[in-house]
């Protein structure tokens, strides 16, 4: 039905992303290009310290399982106090804010010590 005025019709009723508030959208932004970013840098950091900086493949599994502990350990507790103290914003840019300044420094190392 052309130009129909039920209410599905896209002209009673806003679209759902307009809906949104736009703090929604930068923080949904913000984690989707910190998330690609990791992505791509934590696929190539084993190779790159294999074959970079001469460190053994065991060394690799060990670093990368103390790595997963932590973070395991660190969303344990910062969703508890994120709930606690009911500001979610603090936390998320205290948990992005080391991962965005570390990434640049990893292409300087020249050694794992």
Same mark, same amino acid.
């Given at each position: 039905?052309?130009? *129909?005025?039920?209410?599905? @019709? @896209?002209?009673?009723?806003?679209?759902? #992303?307009?809906?949104?508030?736009?703090?929604? #959208?930068?923080?949904?932004?913000?984690?989707?290009?910190?998330?690609? @970013?990791?992505?791509? /840098?934590?696929?190539?950091?084993?190779?790159?310290?294999?074959?970079?900086?001469?460190? @053994?493949?065991?060394?690799?599994?060990?670093?990368?399982?103390?790595?997963?502990? /932590?973070?395991? /350990?660190?969303?344990?507790? *910062?969703?508890?106090?994120?709930? &606690?103290?009911?500001?979610?914003?603090?936390?998320?840019?205290?948990? &992005?804010?080391?991962?965005?300044?570390?990434?640049?420094?990893?292409?300087?190392?020249?050694?794992?010590?």
């Amino acid at each position: 039905m052309k130009g *129909s005025n039920s209410p599905r @019709s @896209s002209r009673s009723t806003p679209a759902i #992303w307009r809906v949104l508030p736009t703090g929604i #959208w930068v923080l949904g932004f913000g984690s989707f290009f910190m998330d690609i @970013s990791s992505e791509l /840098i934590h696929s190539l950091l084993p190779v790159f310290m294999v074959t970079t900086l001469g460190t @053994s493949m065991v060394l690799v599994g060990i670093i990368e399982g103390v790595a997963e502990a /932590i973070t395991a /350990i660190v969303k344990v507790f *910062s969703g508890v106090l994120s709930d &606690y103290f009911r500001n979610r914003k603090f936390f998320m840019v205290l948990g &992005y804010a080391p991962a965005a300044l570390s990434k640049p420094i990893f292409p300087l190392s020249t050694s794992v010590r």
